[in-house]
């Protein structure tokens, strides 16, 4: 189909959504439906708590969604995969590319076993022409076994084109990002029908997204490309905090050093920040990724230099570790992996909790986008069920997780966190402070480290959603009351 009117997505996660969202409010002619095997995602997607938070998001949806004035309903959320891909011209694959866990390169390589579940159901499905579009972040090479699928299982009356269109939102911005992407990106296998099919793809973007911004490639290309920006975001953080490292051992300051470098504009400022490492579900995995596909293309060299990447995040996070913190209150500000995002998902807090919770501290925890059902189940079934009933403490706001407190560790920079401190009521009772410090030289090390975290990270802009980067800002200048001992950490 050259005249695109009625777009599938399966996978209604945080990249199916909002993408979706956007089309449906830009393109008041196409209808779009997005599927999910998930019914309670689907009754969330269609009630007024959307499953996830984004600035922006639920006022595009509603509008998309329920109609609005003149505006035509074009969003709908559905579990009948079969009928939307029936009746669909254009399918986006959104569903996620996890790290295998087990079999061949188990731990590093992609699981694409739900990209590839997709493009069977669509196979089997599909009995008009199908433009099929890699948006998951796939390996190099995934269209090639998407077209082996469609050529084994699909009706050969009906013709499959196969696209790549990798998403580069970043989770906190996505709708900024979608409705003002740097690049949008269409790879196709460069055969006459499938440039059809890019153009089409393309004319869809088109609607908001000036053309010079959307670029056709090959397909390879295009896979390699998503990929590559973010190993190469990762690459930063990873290098700005190895760099803290050699500050921390020599009176350095990783600020300094990097506000310096930063301003080299052959460099520039974005991802310069000392944390303890990413967040976030995309950029660990896609690293691996890219070590895995070096690795089975016998490049040895070049799989150490990215997985070099991944180590050091995993050094600065086990820095934290070994705390002796048993009877005591620790309030976790935050448990996103960054400011504007619900999400979770490899969330440095995580680690931390963790290693809390096996030193038999009691967690006060508070984020503003993570509901206590999500923190008391993730938890749960991460450190046992037994364990946080017992020691962890969802809180419905900072100050009461505060209340009592030994220590305050700010996870996520949460701006609340940053505005609010200063106002803290004098009668705040942060109980007795001084008498319970943590004083380990493990938790002065995660101090020391995050000391040279600089406040806001909102100019950065990353490809999957995982800046991944905390940055919590500088100790309580409230003078009224005692303030706990802040061990800002960033991610
Ligand atoms: P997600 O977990 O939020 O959503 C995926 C959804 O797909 C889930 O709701 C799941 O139930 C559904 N699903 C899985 N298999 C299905 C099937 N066969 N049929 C119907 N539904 C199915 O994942 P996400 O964060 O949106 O990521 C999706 C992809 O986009 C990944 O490849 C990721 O690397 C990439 N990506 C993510 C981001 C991000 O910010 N999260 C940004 C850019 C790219």
């Given amino acids: 189909p050259t005249n695109i009117e009625n777009i599938c997505c399966i996978g209604a996660g945080y990249v199916g959504g909002p993408t979706c969202a956007i089309i449906a409010s830009k393109d008041l002619d196409i209808s779009v439906t997005v599927v999910d095997l998930s019914q309670p995602r689907i009754d969330e997607w269609n009630s007024s708590r959307l499953p996830i938070y984004e600035p922006g998001l639920q006022d595009i949806v509603e509008a998309a969604r329920d109609g609005s004035g003149l505006n035509p309903v074009t969003l709908h959320f559905s579990t009948d995969v079969k009928g939307a891909i029936h009746r669909a011209d254009l399918i986006f694959i959104s569903v996620i590319t996890p790290t295998k866990t087990v079999g061949v390169g188990a ?42 699928i469609f050529d084994a299982v699909g009706d ?37 029908s499938a440039l059809e099919a890019a153009s089409a793809l393309a004319d869809v973007y088109s609607s908001w997204v000036p053309r010079e911004r959307i670029i056709t490639l090959n397909i390879w290309s295009s896979e390699l490309a998503k990929l590559s920006a973010n190993c190469m975001l990762a690459q930063r953080i990873s290098s700005i905090n190895s760099l803290s490292a050699i500050c921390e051992a020599t009176g350095a300051d990783i600020q300094e050093v990097s506000h310096s470098v930063g301003l080299d ?143 305050v560790v700010i996870m996520t920079e949460w701006d609340e966190f940053k505005t609010d401190r200063l106002t803290l009521p ?42 991944g980067l905390l940055s919590p800002g500088t100790p309580p200048t409230n003078t009224n009351s005692p303030a706990p001992e802040l061990i800002n950490q960033a991610q």
């Avoid at 694409?112 to 090479?141: F, L, N, Q, W």
């Avoid at 004083?439 to 959603?465: F, L, N, Y």
Wanted: glycine share 8%; with cysteine.
């Fill in 107 to 148: 731990g590093q390589a992609a699981d694409i076993k739900y990209v590839e579940a997709a493009a069977r159901e669509i196979a089997e499905v599909a009995t008009s022409d199908k433009i099929v579009v890699e948006k998951s972040t796939v390996p190099c090479g995934t269209a090639e076994i998407l077209r082996d």
């Fill in 426 to 467: 004098p009668a705040l009772d942060l109980g007795d402070l001084t008498a319970s410090r943590l004083t380990t030289p493990t938790v002065k090390r995660a101090d020391s480290v995050s000391s040279g975290i600089p406040s806001s990270q909102s100019e950065d802009r990353s490809s999957c959603d995982d800046d």
């Fill in 156 to 192: 050969p009356q009906v013709r499959f084109e196969v696209l790549s269109n990798p998403e580069f939102l970043a989770e906190g911005t996505a709708i900024a990002d979608l409705l003002s992407p740097d690049r949008v990106l269409v790879g196709s296998e460069g055969t006459p």
């Fill in 265 to 407: 504009k052959r460099i520039g400022p974005n991802f310069l920040k000392a944390s303890i490492g990413f967040g976030g579900s995309c950029f660990k995995k896609d690293v691996l990724k890219l070590v895995y596909m070096a690795e089975t293309l016998h490049l040895p060299e070049v799989a150490a230099y990215w997985k070099a990447v991944v180590d050091i995040k995993n050094g600065k996070r086990t820095a934290l570790a070994g705390t002796t913190v048993d009877g005591k209150r620790i309030a976790i500000l935050g448990l996103a992996y960054k400011k504007n995002t619900g999400d979770t998902r490899e969330s440095p807090a995580i680690d931390f909790m963790g290693s809390m919770l096996a030193e038999k501290a009691t967690l006060a925890i508070y984020d503003p986008k993570v509901s206590y059902n999500k923190i008391i189940h993730e938890l749960g079934e991460l450190f046992g069920h037994e364990a946080v009933a017992r020691y962890v403490k969802p809180c419905e706001n900072a100050y009461s997780a505060c209340r009592g407190a030994s220590t």
